[in-house]
């Protein structure tokens, strides 16, 4: 299984930016997701994707960021990012967790927003 995250940058704030995530190796997913891992900090949940309208956030991050599932892809999954902070800053890790064999992640992609 190997995940490819796409997508990070810098971003002054109140910027956008959209990560992408691309699964491969694996024939289902339950769910997919985004984590994030600031500097000094432990990686944390940023959002999640159960299906394709089932979702959870951060409340740091409700009402900014939005995780959605290719319409055409279903093993690509989307974090649009709005309004970003400088507290966004952080490496962003995509995941997949499969009943069949468990959970993994993606190599990380860096958001760095200035204030």
């Known amino acids: 299984v190997q995940l490819q995250a796409s997508g990070g940058g810098s971003v002054q704030a109140g910027g956008s930016l959209r990560l992408s995530c691309v699964t491969s190796?694996?024939?289902?997913?339950?769910?997919m997701g985004w984590a994030r891992q600031a500097p000094g900090k432990q990686r944390e949940l940023v959002a999640s994707?159960?299906?394709?309208?089932?979702?959870?956030y951060a409340d740091s991050v409700k009402g900014r960021f939005t995780i959605s599932r290719d319409n055409s892809n279903w093993n690509t999954v989307y974090l649009q990012m709005n309004s970003l902070k400088s507290e966004d800053t952080a490496v962003y890790f995509c995941?997949?967790?499969?009943?069949?064999?468990?959970?993994?992640w993606g190599q990380g992609t860096l958001v760095t927003v200035s204030s």
């Open positions: 994707l159960a299906g394709r309208t089932t979702t959870g």
């Open positions: 995941f997949v967790r499969t009943t069949a064999s468990g959970q993994y």
């Open positions: 190796g694996v024939s289902s997913l339950d769910l």
